[in-house]
């Protein structure tokens, strides 16, 4: 098995984390405060995760959500969850 050579995965590695550093900044010109949150919603993004965020109203996670599609230039949609809300719905 081919190994790729050592600098090209330092590179990589550098690129990615210059781009995460970037992105990371430009989503914390509007969500303050919330450097936590940032970092592990970007990191399960690019670990091809999943998130849940769960807080009481107000608390800002659909902006720092449409924050993030933005920043990465992604659509965004919101369902409101109501009690009455099928599978359908969603589908």
Do not use: W, Y
Not at 4 to 11: A, F, R, S, V
Not at 20 to 26: S, T, W
Not at 46 to 65: C, D, M, R, S, W
């Amino acid at each position: 098995m081919n190994k790729p050579p050592k600098n090209n995965i330092q590179e990589r590695v550098e690129k990615f984390k210059e781009n995460f550093l970037r992105i990371k900044d430009e989503i914390s010109k509007i969500i303050v405060g919330q450097q936590e949150i940032i970092e592990g919603v970007l990191i399960c993004l690019f670990a091809n995760g999943h998130v849940l965020l769960e807080g009481l109203p107000g608390l800002g996670k659909t902006l720092t959500i449409k924050t993030m599609s933005d920043a990465l230039d992604l659509s965004f949609s919101r369902i409101q969850f109501t009690p009455d809300l099928m599978p359908a719905d969603i589908i």
